[in-house]
């Protein structure tokens, strides 16, 4: 478990002080997938530096199971580094060295293992991430997705309990980020590692994350569930990454339905309940008439969902309205 | 043709090649002492200077001082400046206080060359990309691993260069050692070329620093290439 209790960050430029991030409090549970997500300069980059110390904290304490990090002297911290993997956007590989080498690099400087053992878990590791045929190249003669990977291998060569990811698909094509992702939530299934993710795409947090928190300016504005926050958004910043990744714009909606006659509501499915046949039975069972403005069908991590927009006309429109939400719907009146 | 081999017809080319044998030997005695004592001092700029692993903001501003004030002397100043000080160092006992001999000659060319390569190496240093340090440190690497594991393997194809660079540059300052009786082929071009006017040797003298200077290069060239895996 990760936790942050009133941990902030001001840095010193040109003597006036500037608050990165205010103080903040945190918890990532074990094994969960922990996604921050912010604008660039929103301080989520300098949160997850704060979980390793790669950014020394202004003040607070940070914890990583127990064990206090803002306590650790240096060797302590070397130490705890080592458990904890981290992966970059532009991956930050060693162009001087092997795929091999860059795998077996924090093996080798933790040097614990003989270079028989090395070889044996740098094998292991290329082949978990599907590079076992690209062991003697350098990363110059990769793609960008396979980079990420070796990066990914490399994160895991100690064997972490914690995977921190700056922006990690932030450099890829959309193809390549979803199979990095993919090979992210594998990792995080099988290892039972704790991922903590950086990224300013509301899409990726979409594919893999848990939990959400949203930051701006420096401050944690809101936090949940993914499912909860992504499909009821409350804060502003959050609604737009949410708008942004589902490509509407809420106001041109607003216009485009003026001239639609009824009441309009949003209604959200989770689960089970997408794929059930409700609309069709309310609409039969209650004599209302509905016409789809809008809606899409996804999935969260695993979870499937529905969200659609509905102009409803005629019939008994109360007792359908409470059919919708009897049956586990989210329903929420536009008009 | 007969008047182009007759213009080289009274060359001692014996003298020729000792004088270039001398130059190399000036050359890479030099080259090894400056890389020594360069290498390091290029790290310690690097890790000093603002924003780097070891920032010290005083000891950075007293090298860089050090530095700047060896290349701000001309290397024919130097030579003659530092001739007590070579005598101390080398034992070399000088009657005539102007005549160095090969081995006098080692001591004014490295310290002339390694403020100067110390300089390349700093940046060739400051050319890795920051996020590598990053990375490194994030493994839980020591300030000495991240030196010699990725820093330094980052930054070999600037050290060759830097290295070339530096040698054809000891090259020329060979060829002034010779002003002040250091022998070598500037040597030989002062004492016949240009004090006997032997045309000829000054040109011989000058065609070997040149083919010398094009092999330092091509092989240098073909080490950056050859470390630069991109």
């Known amino acids: 478990m990760i936790e942050f209790q009133n941990v902030h960050k001001t840095y010193r430029v040109a003597g006036k002080d500037i608050p990165a991030l205010h103080p903040t409090s945190l918890r990532v549970e074990n094994g969960q997938v922990f996604g921050l997500i912010g604008h660039s300069g929103a301080g989520k980059s300098t949160l997850l530096r704060l979980i390793n110390r790669l950014e020394e904290p202004s003040g607070g304490q940070i914890t990583v199971d127990g064990e206090e990090v803002t306590a650790l002297d240096a060797n302590g911290l070397r130490r705890f580094r080592q458990q904890v993997g981290m992966i970059f956007q532009h991956f930050n590989l060693l162009a001087s060295k092997t795929v091999a080498d860059n795998v077996a690099l924090p093996l080798t400087l933790a040097g614990e293992l003989s270079r028989k053992d090395i070889n044996l878990r740098v094998a292991e590791l290329l082949a978990r991430v599907g590079l076992s045929d690209h062991a003697k190249k350098y990363p110059a003669q990769l793609s960008g997705g396979q980079k990420q990977r070796v990066g990914i291998a490399r994160a895991l060569a100690t064997k972490p309990k914690i995977l921190l990811c700056d922006e990690a698909t932030s450099a890829l094509d959309p193809q390549t980020t979803a199979s990095v992702l993919q090979l992210l939530a594998e990792i995080n299934r099988e290892l039972k590692l704790t991922i903590v993710l950086i990224t300013h795409e509301m899409d990726v947090i979409r594919r893999v994350c848990d939990q959400v928190a949203v930051m701006d300016a420096g401050v944690i504005v809101e936090q949940g569930s993914v499912a909860d926050v992504f499909l009821h958004p409350q804060h502003p910043t959050t609604k737009r990454f949410v708008q942004e990744a589902e490509q509407v714009d809420e106001g041109e909606q607003r216009d485009d339905f003026a001239h639609v006659p009824g009441r309009i509501v949003r209604l959200t499915f989770q689960g089970d309940a997408t794929y059930a046949p409700l609309l069709g039975t309310v609409a039969r069972e209650t004599g209302v008439d509905y016409s789809i403005l809008a809606g899409r069908i996804d999935r969260i991590k695993d979870i499937p969902y529905g969200q659609l927009t509905l102009a409803v006309t005629g019939g008994d429109m109360e007792a359908a309205f409470a059919r919708f939400t009897a049956a586990d719907v989210h329903m929420e009146v536009l008009r | ?230």
Do not use: C
């Not at chain 2, 040797?201 to 060239?221: K, R």
């Open chain 2, 1 to 230: 043709m007969d008047l182009f081999l007759n213009f080289f017809a009274d060359i001692d080319w014996s003298e020729i090649w000792l004088a270039t044998g001398d130059t190399m030997t000036m050359l890479f005695g030099s080259l090894f002492f400056t890389v020594v004592l360069g290498l390091p001092l290029g790290v310690l700029l690097f890790l000093t200077s603002p924003r780097q692993l070891f920032e010290q903001k005083g000891l950075y501003a007293f090298l860089s001082l050090v530095v700047n004030m060896l290349r701000s002397l001309p290397f024919i100043i130097l030579l003659i400046v530092m001739l007590p000080l070579t005598k101390l160092i080398t034992g070399i006992y000088m009657d005539e206080a102007t005549t160095l001999g090969v081995a006098g000659a080692i001591p004014p060319l490295v310290i002339g060359a390694t403020p100067f390569f110390a300089r390349l190496v700093e940046t060739a240093l400051r050319e890795v990309d920051r996020g590598i340090i990053e990375a490194t440190q994030s493994m839980g690497a020591s300030t000495r691993q991240i030196i010699t594991s990725a820093l330094l393997p980052e930054a070999r194809p600037g050290i060759f260069a830097a290295i070339t660079v530096t040698a054809i540059t000891l090259v020329s300052y060979t060829a002034m050692a010779g002003v002040v009786g250091a022998g070598g082929l500037g040597d030989l071009a002062i004492r016949f070329g240009y004090q006997r006017f032997q045309d000829n040797v000054m040109v011989v003298t000058v065609v070997m620093l040149m083919i010398l200077v094009q092999i330092l290069q091509t092989v240098g060239d073909k080490l950056v290439v050859h470390f630069s895996r991109k």
